[in-house]
């Protein structure tokens, strides 16, 4: 049964991505069907049209078995009939097509460094009998493999692929660009015009559309994939949250060609398989005809064919798709610091039923630690966050140090609940909960959350969820109480409330954090999501260099062993929630899997990633702030109509840490 059900919801997909842009499968991917294995010793080919019929321009190696030249060249091979062309561009690797009107170019790299050299000659014909013949580029020092042009407006673009010089190509292989308005004359374009030099990026294949450059790369990660990214000006790249394009699998071995000869299939077999490097492709009657190479990445390679059953448009913006990760991000409000309030920080924001935003917030008086003195107060604006009312103390400091992190939830009965700390020492700090029974307007008395034993728990801001049950669940971590020394690393657990707050039960599981090899580890203001199937997730902030997840399949009651997840991160929290107009879960964290640039053991950048999974694995992340000098943490999360609202601490740590508070406004990106 199970596995009708996935094949149903593959088949749904699929034509749901159909109707609205191109065939998906069942990750909401473009869909790319492999028909397997075409030739040996193949690589950098290039699909083209050219006069109505498709051929397929091939690099010759010298090590290719039908290479009678004794030396490199390029042809092009009708798909149809299989018959070549004379070789051309003779001496040339890394050879590309690229056709324009009547006429078709092809790019060869020149080989007076050996492997590479530093020219790019092109060649140009209109029948494929004669050929013109001039050089494109010529780089004093560069070393350049692959190129790969593209029509963009009223100018032409070239890609070409450098490894030296090493402060032009960083990490190799990296992309450059050049620029052209009759395909004879190029330009380079200024240094900062690459992608990208802090790794192993490889390009290949260069298309434009809306307005953007689609670099299609090959980049090591689980062996060598595919992958995709693109940029308006060449300078600033975004990662298609949907990679990789391609990668290593089974059915690059089928056979797509019957003319292989026995001794060929037994190399296909027989050959190791680590990568998809090398895609091109062109569309032909509807569909898009894609050639890519697999092998070994250490020279043997094999080339694939492949097809998507839809446009070059189709397949080009099915990369990037609208979602809580694309839309404008929009600053609505930035609470500064001052003499009287020096920190504001740790608050929560929901929509009212008037429409109105409602924010609330912690605003200390005393100075900017995390134990001075503090109130809540509440800001509104009737007109989408363009403006704010003035700050109006909702709940003021009483007694002991502070009252601050706040939690807002709506109930399923529609009445508001506001959770905060009340810290009356560094060894009694426990979340509170009021009731709003009209909009806000007025509050109920707080009452304790926890009861059972006085302590010092933790729980951060925009943490309440009530589940589909009707169960509310606080996720806290325990630090010190009386008598008891302090300990912080954290103890975690779960106080648990099934009549809307009236009466609270701490969870049965408490546990301490471990590292795979099981040495304790710091763990810290954790927070829950609930999953599809009726499961929790618990995420929680580790010096361990990543956020750590467990699972709870009894409503927060006992929960598995936490372990690493793929959210690479400092010691600093995250926030996680279900996206309503995409059900995936989106995640506000600072990314430190490298993939940004970041100062070690700061809290910069904050990112949003998503994850159409469940949590399993987390797409690309986006940059929302990147100061190398800031510190940026505890975001609320809410969802108004058709934007995600963002309410998070900033600050830099060499002026009084996070002292800001700012609201951002993401666009549902459609």
């Known amino acids: 049964m199970r596995r009708e059900w996935v094949v149903t919801v593959v088949l749904v997909s699929m034509l749901i991505g159909q109707v609205l842009g191109g065939p998906v499968d069942g990750q909401g991917r473009p869909l790319i069907r492999k028909l397997g294995t075409i030739d040996c010793d193949l690589v950098e080919t290039t699909p083209v049209v050219f006069q109505g019929r498709l051929y397929r321009s091939e690099w010759v190696r010298t090590s290719y078995e039908g290479n009678k030249l004794g030396e490199n060249y390029t042809r092009l091979v009708d798909v149809q009939t299989g018959e070549a062309t004379a070789p051309l561009a003779r001496g040339c690797v890394f050879s ?109 294949c260069l298309r434009y559309l809306d307005g953007c450059f689609y670099d299609f790369y090959l980049e090591a990660h689980e062996g060598y994939e595919m992958r995709v990214v693109r940029s308006p000006d060449l300078i600033h790249w975004e990662s298609s949250p949907l990679n990789p394009v391609l990668k290593a699998s089974a059915q690059d071995k089928q056979i797509a060609n019957p003319k292989l000869t026995t001794e060929q299939r037994q190399r296909v077999t027989k050959a190791e398989n680590i990568n998809n490097s090398d895609i091109d492709f062109c569309e032909y009657k509807g569909r898009l005809v894609i050639n890519y190479s697999w092998g070994n990445q250490r020279g043997e390679e094999f080339l694939a064919e492949a097809v998507y059953e839809g446009t070059a448009e189709e397949f080009l913006r099915g990369w990037f798709p609208p979602d809580a990760l694309r839309g404008e991000m929009k600053p609505l409000l930035v609470i500064e610091p001052s003499d009287a309030y020096p920190r504001h920080s740790e608050g929560d924001l929901i929509e009212l039923k008037d429409g109105r935003l409602c924010l609330i917030y912690t605003r200390f008086t005393g100075g900017g630690s995390d134990h001075a003195a503090a109130d809540l107060v509440m800001r509104t604006s009737a007109d989408d966050g363009a403006t704010w009312s003035g700050p109006e103390t909702v709940v003021r400091r009483t007694g002991g140090l502070n009252v601050m992190s706040v939690s807002l939830l709506r109930m399923a009965s529609g009445e508001i609940a506001l959770f905060y700390l009340r810290k009356t020492s560094q060894e009694d700090c426990r979340p509170v909960m009021c009731v709003s029974t009209d909009e806000m307007r007025t509050w109920s008395e707080p009452t304790d959350c926890i009861t059972d034993e006085v302590g010092y728990y933790v729980l951060n801001n925009d943490r309440a969820v009530q ?204």
């Open 467 to 670: 589940l589909t049950s009707g169960r509310i669940v606080l996720p806290v971590a325990w630090h010190q109480g009386p008598g008891r020394p302090r300990d912080s690393a954290g103890i975690i657990m779960c106080y648990l409330s099934d009549d809307n707050g009236r009466t609270w039960r701490r969870s049965q599981d408490t546990f301490k954090g471990c590292d795979p090899d099981g040495r304790r580890i710091t763990v810290q203001e954790p927070g829950v999501v609930e999953l599809r199937d009726g499961r929790l997730m618990m995420y929680i902030r580790t010096d361990a260099g990543s956020q750590y997840i467990c699972h709870s399949q009894d409503g927060g009651q006992t929960w598995s062993k936490p372990r690493p997840s793929d959210l690479a991160s400092p010691l600093s929290p995250a926030s996680i929630e279900r996206i309503p107009w995409t059900g995936d879960l989106v995640c506000v964290w600072n990314d430190h899997s490298g993939r940004h640039p970041y100062p070690k053991g700061r809290r910069t950048p904050l990112c949003m990633a998503v994850s159409k999974d469940e949590g399993d694995s987390w797409s690309e992340s986006r940059v929302i702030e990147a100061n190398p000098d800031g510190w940026y943490c505890y975001t609320a999360i809410a969802f108004v109509r058709d934007r995600m609202l963002l309410a998070y601490c900033a600050g830099d740590k060499q002026v009084g840490g996070l002292n800001r508070l700012k609201v951002l406004a993401v666009g549902r990106g459609e």
């Open 96 to 204: 590309s097509a690229f056709v324009d009107g009547d006429t078709v170019y092809v790019t060869g790299t020149s080989t007076e460094q050996g492997w590479t050299g530093q020219r790019v000659e092109m060649f140009a014909s209109k029948d494929l009998k004669t050929w013109e013949h001039w050089t494109a580029l010529d780089l004093d020092g560069f070393g350049i493999c692959n190129t790969s042009i593209c029509k963009a407006d009223d100018r032409y673009v070239m890609m070409f692929e450098i490894h030296k010089p090493e402060d032009q190509a960083g990490v190799a292989f990296t992309a450059r660009f050049a620029t052209s308005k009759d395909l004879r004359t190029w330009e380079v374009t200024p240094p900062e015009c690459v992608y990208a030099k802090d790794r192993y990026s490889a390009p290949h």
